[in-house]
């Protein structure tokens, strides 16, 4: 898959997740996008010290993306 295609649909995800990021006074961006297979995010605002922010990335955010983008193996938080 091209990179273009990628980036839009892991923008798509990205998308989904973000009004519930968004409900809680968060959000989410995507930075940048590793060998096709590597996701790196970071999350903003009252998702920054949330103390389930990880959960919210390994089961919210890693799994929506996998969703719209299968080959993805990982997706990083990088701290700000």
Do not use: W
Request: charge should be negative; aromatic fraction near 2%; charged fraction near 30%.
């Amino acid at each position: 898959m091209k990179k273009k295609q990628l980036e839009i649909k892991i923008e798509e995800a990205l998308d989904e997740i973000r009004p519930f990021l968004q409900s809680d006074g968060g959000d989410i961006s995507l930075l940048s996008i590793e060998d096709n297979r590597i996701v790196r995010v970071q999350l903003q605002g009252a998702c920054v010290g949330c103390s389930v922010n990880q959960m919210t990335l390994k089961s919210g955010v890693e799994m929506t993306i996998k969703k719209h983008a299968p080959q993805i193996e990982q997706v990083i938080n990088v701290e700000a």
